[in-house]
């Protein structure tokens, strides 16, 4: 079967989109800011075997605290920017950062 390989990661790791997952101490890397390879706040390396997703049961039934950020630019003649704004909200929180 020709299944995306992220999906397989998922299936495999019985994980979920926008669910939690361990890893177990002292098995991990976290990558410092020049070598993260993504925007996320956290990147860390580990063996897939040390990876594990949970289930949406008990305290893990919430959404992970996802961060979202909002940035609204607004142009004006000749590509200037007149007006900026950016809101930083945590996932479950009422309000923004």
Not at 52 to 78: C, D, K, M, N, S
Not at 81 to 93: D, N, R, S, W, Y
């Amino acid at each position: 079967a020709n299944v995306p390989f992220g999906l397989r990661f998922l299936v495999d790791g019985d994980m979920s989109g926008g669910g939690w997952v361990q890893v177990q101490g002292g098995t991990y890397l976290i990558r410092d800011a020049q070598s993260r390879k993504s925007t996320a706040t956290l990147e860390v390396d580990a063996h897939v075997q040390h990876v594990r997703g949970q289930r949406a049961e008990g305290e893990w039934i919430g959404l992970a605290p996802l961060r979202v950020l909002v940035l609204h630019i607004i142009e004006g003649e000749q590509s200037r920017i007149l007006a900026a704004a950016a809101v930083l909200q945590v996932q479950g929180q009422d309000a923004p950062l």
